[in-house]
Nanobody, 119 residues
Framework: QVQLVESGGGLVQPGGSLRLSCVAPRNIFNIYSMGWYRQAPGKQRELVAAISSGGMTNYADSVKGRFTISRYNAKNTVYLQMNSLKPEDTAVYYC?????????????WGQGTQVTVSS
């Protein structure tokens, strides 16, 4: 069973920052794109950001200029730096791996981490 292990969620005030981390097995990390999805209550899960094994990135329009996805190959880790957070960013954030740049095909999911933006 493939495990994507997330960390870094929590409660933050509007305008604040958080960084999410996700560690993946090396064979998965080296082959597939990595990404972050989120799901707010009553809404569908949506792609937030993705990064290919070669470093190509893709962002949802709602987070462009505020969120940055990056990967640290030596540690099989993908990060999501979230700045200027808004209440509407509140959701469960899921790490994912698959074919995410040219397609929207997730092969593996993490367990999810809660991000709450509130004063």
């Amino acid at each position: 069973q493939v495990q994507l292990v997330e960390s870094g969620g929590g409660l933050v005030q509007p305008g604040g920052s958080l960084r999410l981390s996700c560690v993946a097995p090396r064979n998965i990390f080296n082959i597939y794109s990595m990404g972050w999805y989120r799901q707010a209550p009553g809404k569908q899960r949506e792609l937030v950001a993705a990064i290919s094994s070669g470093g190509m990135t893709n962002y949802a329009d709602s987070v462009k200029g505020r969120f940055t996805i990056s990967r640290y190959n030596a540690k099989n880790t993908v990060y999501l730096q979230m700045n200027s957070l808004k209440p509407e960013d509140t959701a469960v954030y899921y790490c994912s791996s698959g074919i995410l740049i040219s397609d929207n095909r997730v092969l593996y999911w993490g367990q999810g981490t809660q991000v709450t933006v509130s004063s």
